[in-house]
């Protein structure tokens, strides 16, 4: 406590005073520069949703339809706001200047994304209300760890990748013009804010123990544990909006293993290779709880489907996951902003296992 001017003082003095190795110092560049980008981005939300209101002559869509958005969109309004608390979390507590500067400027993204999210969603007619419990209990986990490694990963690498996944559908379901066009502005953002992780992430765990890294698995299935949950309680809406629970369920998981590859491969850690089983048993149970057309009914293919998916190894899913929310003309307040030119491949160490 500080008293007077004497005591430990909240200003980090010590805050340019760390060393880094090249790979990290290239990677915290890279943290300054979602800060610029989310500047030269930055888009007005109220003339953006009222341009696409009266370019599309309004919200028509059957009361069924809004329903279902209602319920999937009052989960991503909530999930704004924790984003928006996370975020300011992180900008407060990360100590290097560039991963404290990207962390704010994704504070003021995630202001923009609620009040935008809650402006569109009063347009069709919804009413805040407390949300079902597995989202609350996701949203919960990440809001109240204390732990900056956790929060990266709950957050920027799981949530960010899972909101990711369901504009993208979203969007490609063309179930409501003013929502598909304005999911890729959220996009645009999203995509940065998934940057942060993957560039400060490696930084946090290369200060962990092999056991620390472990807890931390251990923490990201408690994660996707809530985050299925919450999938299987949207079920029936995906279905009334024309959406695959499971192909949100495959897409996402495609860009959560791109974003968590380029985070521990950053430290040269082969992640997969030390298998955790509760993650392997997650994914055997999503056979069962997400059954495909194919093993739908049919218990011997699911427990077959099952089984394979316990021991599948899963294959490297390049950063070209991402290259789809970077290609998107936005209207920026400083005018049409094009696709964002593609990132160049950076050599990587060889493999250790964790
Ligand atoms: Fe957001
Ligand atoms: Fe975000």
């Avoid at 909240?10 to 290239?26: G, H, K, N, V």
């Avoid at 928006?84 to 100590?95: F, N, R």
């Avoid at 993208?168 to 929502?179: A, D, F, G, I």
Wanted: net charge negative; aromatic share 10%.
């Amino acid at each position: 406590m500080a008293i007077a001017g004497f005591g430990k003082s909240q200003l980090r003095y010590d805050m340019f005073d760390i060393t880094r190795s090249a790979d990290e110092a290239r990677r915290l560049t890279k943290c300054e520069r979602i800060y610029h980008r989310s500047q030269e981005m930055a888009w007005d939300g109220k003339a953006i949703l009222a341009m696409l209101i009266e370019k599309h002559g309004g919200i028509h869509i059957s009361d069924e339809k809004k329903e279902a958005l209602k319920s999937v969109f009052a989960i991503i309004l909530w999930g704004e706001l924790a984003a928006w608390k996370i975020s300011a979390q992180l900008a407060d507590e990360l100590i290097p200047l560039e991963a404290k500067m990207a962390a704010t400027s994704q504070s003021f993204d995630e202001a923009r994304h609620f009040y935008v999210m809650h402006d569109y969603l009063t347009e069709l007619g919804y009413e805040p209300q407390r949300l079902d419990r597995a989202p609350q209990a996701l949203l919960d986990l990440v809001l109240d760890t204390p732990n900056l490694a956790y929060k990266l990963l709950g957050m920027q690498l799981m949530i960010e990748t899972i909101a990711l996944t369901v504009f993208q559908t979203v969007r490609e379901s063309n179930v409501e013009p003013v929502l598909c066009e304005l999911m890729k502005y959220f996009e645009r953002d999203e995509a940065r804010h998934v940057g942060l992780g993957m560039q400060y992430l490696p930084s946090l765990i290369a200060q962990m123990s092999k056991r620390e890294v472990t807890q931390m698995i251990t923490f990201q299935v408690r994660v996707m544990i809530w985050a299925l949950w919450e999938n299987k309680i949207l079920e029936k809406d995906f279905a009334v909006l024309g959406i695959d629970p499971r192909k949100i369920l495959d897409r996402g998981r495609k860009k959560q293993l791109a974003a968590l590859h380029e985070a521990f491969n950053a430290l040269g850690i082969d992640w997969q290779k030390d298998r955790n089983y509760a993650v392997a048993t997650l994914n055997s149970a999503i056979e069962f709880i997400f059954p495909t057309d194919e093993t739908k009914g049919r218990p011997f293919k699911q427990f077959d489907a099952a089984w394979k998916a316990f021991f599948h190894r899963d294959p490297i899913h390049s950063m070209d996951e991402f290259n789809v929310h970077v290609s998107h003309e936005i209207v920026t307040a400083r005018g049409v902003v094009d696709a964002e030119p593609p990132e160049p491949a950076e050599p990587r160490p060889k493999l250790v296992s964790v």
